[in-house]
């Protein structure tokens, strides 16, 4: 069961051979005897792809949720109780870099037997597809059949730096912010330039400027602000450095977005398992001191 639902969400037998580490011959030889076994087909076999069949779809959720509870019971029963195994996250780059990398030690410390597989980014990931047990993301989030536990809001500040400021002078309403110039961050669910965010009078009210460059990655947003191309919206960890000396300044406080919320996701069949759930909850503790 752990080999079929590997090789569908990986898409291929020789991945699924790779990721287990089994000849690729023991693979396929294992699956037809399962096929034969169970009296129907279940993968659709190309050259390029391998993809499951009506059964073998209705055979991978049934599969998932079995090895779940089993992977529940044994660890209930075991002498040690302690989760073990490979565990797949992909992490937003910059939380990962800010929050979680520097302290990574103290999961392993509480759980050594746990070995994980980290991806950094802010790309949509198919969780099911590409074999991974759970995301974190910044940002509300879109519409998902994933279970999305909030872990975080963290306070977000619109600033420029010092010498863009004196030259073009400091906006006092979010009506004088029109005519200044932006670096533009391109979202990575739509592709297009984020607007700037406030809340106003208790409504929220977007604004979109110009600007010479847009980016879609934080750590050349800010450096782009440094180098006095305009204005920027982030969470105000990124840029705390610099706002404490003074290199960058806040503008419009009065009037800040909305905390920008930090979610984990997971797909619904991996909720039991104790790997997923030990880590999500300590993603929830490191993100909660951040928060």
């Known amino acids: 069961?752990?080999?079929?639902?590997?090789?569908?969400?990986?898409?291929?037998?020789?991945?699924?051979?790779?990721?287990?580490?089994?000849?690729?011959?023991?693979?396929?030889?294992?699956?037809?005897?399962?096929?034969?076994r169970l009296g129907t087909r279940?993968?659709?076999?190309?050259?390029?792809?391998?993809?499951?069949?009506?059964?073998?779809?209705?055979?991978?959720?049934?599969?998932?949720?079995?090895?779940a509870d089993l992977e529940e019971t044994e660890t209930a029963f075991a002498a040690s109780a302690r989760p073990k195994g490979?565990?797949?996250?992909?992490?937003?780059?910059?939380l990962a870099k800010h929050f979680i990398l520097p302290v990574v030690h103290e999961f392993f410390e509480r759980y050594p037997d746990i070995e994980l597989e980290i991806g950094m980014g802010d790309r949509l990931v198919d969780l099911v597809r590409e074999g991974v047990d759970c995301v974190l993301r910044a940002g509300e989030l879109g519409d998902s059949a994933m279970v999305a536990r909030r872990v975080a809001s963290l306070q977000q500040v619109t600033c420029a730096s010092r010498e863009y400021l004196k030259r073009h002078g400091v906006p006092k309403s979010v009506d004088e912010l029109r005519g200044h110039r932006a670096?533009?961050?391109?979202?990575?669910?739509?592709?297009?330039?984020?607007?700037?965010?406030?809340?106003?009078?208790?409504?929220?009210?977007?604004?979109?400027?110009?600007?010479?460059?847009?980016?879609n990655d934080a750590d050349a947003y800010a450096a782009c602000c440094a180098a006095h191309l305009g204005f920027i919206q982030l969470p105000r960890y990124h840029v705390a450095a610099q706002l404490e000396d003074g290199s960058l300044r806040e503008v419009l406080a009065k009037w800040r977005?909305?905390?920008?919320?930090?979610?984990?996701?997971?797909?619904?069949?991996?909720?039991?398992?104790?790997?997923?759930?030990?880590?999500?909850d300590w993603l929830a503790e490191v993100m909660g001191r951040a928060g």
């Open 257 to 280: 977005p909305a905390p920008m919320p930090v979610s984990v996701m997971y797909p619904h069949h991996r909720q039991l398992s104790p790997r997923v759930r030990v880590f999500v």
């Open 42 to 67: 279940l993968l659709h076999r190309t050259t390029r792809h391998v993809s499951p069949t009506q059964d073998g779809e209705a055979y991978y959720e049934r599969c998932v949720r079995l090895l």
């Open 86 to 94: 490979k565990l797949r996250a992909d992490l937003q780059g910059t």
């Open 183 to 215: 670096v533009n961050f391109l979202s990575a669910r739509t592709g297009k330039p984020l607007p700037f965010d406030f809340v106003v009078d208790g409504a929220p009210r977007s604004v979109r400027l110009p600007g010479s460059v847009t980016v």
């Open 1 to 36: 069961m752990r080999l079929f639902t590997r090789i569908v969400e990986l898409g291929s037998f020789t991945k699924a051979a790779d990721d287990l580490q089994l000849p690729r011959a023991t693979v396929t030889h294992a699956i037809q005897q399962m096929e034969k």
